[in-house]
C-alpha cells in the first residue's frame, strides 16, 4: 500500500445532535455529498457540542481510516459504518495510525484543502455510549487506532472519492499511535524539540512524558 497517496471514501457530518450521560453529543456523523467547504473550525454542515473537549483550530477535522475501520469489524463481529467512530473523513489506503504528529494531507488537487495532522484522539464515555459498548473508550485508545484530529492550513472542498495525499512529512518519526500511548519519552522528547508547531494539548502529552519518563 502506497501510504503517502490514497482518498477519501466517506464525508460524515452530524446527523442528529443527542443527550450523552452529562451534555449534549454530536458524535453521531453520518456520510453526506459533497463538496463541503473546510473551513478553520471544521466541514460545513458539522457541529461540535462540547468545544471544551472537541472542535477548535486544532480539533477541526477527525479523520479514520477504513482500514482500521475493517480491523475493528473483525474484533466486534460488526459492521463499522463511515462515521461511526465520530469522524469527518473516512480515509482509505493512508496509514492514519501511523500518521506523523505534523504531516501534511492535500485532498482534492491543489485548489483543495491543506490539513496537518496534529494529534490523536482522545476518546471518552461518549464513544462507548455510541458503540453500546461500556468502556470501550479505554480499549480503544489501547490499540492506538484512534484516528487523528487535523487542522486546516488551506481552506477548500472535499468530497467523497477526492484523492488524498501526503504532501509532507517532519523528520521526527513519531506517530499518532505513539502520541496516543506517550510511553517513550525519548520520542515525546524528540517531538518537543522538533520543528513542529506543537497543539498545546499534544505539547503538554510530551511534556508530562519526558517528567514521567
Known sequence: MDQLSGRVISVNVVHTITRGRSRETAIDKRPVPG???VG???????IQCDTRYHGGPDKAVYAYASEDSSWWEQQLQ??????LFGENL??????VTHALIGERWRIGGPTGPLLEVRMPRTACATLAARIGIPR????FEATGRVGAYLSVVDEGAVQAGARLEVEFRPAHEVTIADACAASDSQSMLRLLHSSVDLAPTMRHTCERAVRAG
Open 40 to 46: 478553520p473550525l471544521g466541514v460545513a454542515g458539522d
Open 136 to 139: 470501550f473508550q479505554h480499549r
Open 35 to 37: 463538496p463541503l467547504h
Open 90 to 95: 473516512t480515509t482509505q489506503h493512508v496509514d
Open 78 to 83: 460488526r459492521e463499522i459504518p463511515p462515521g
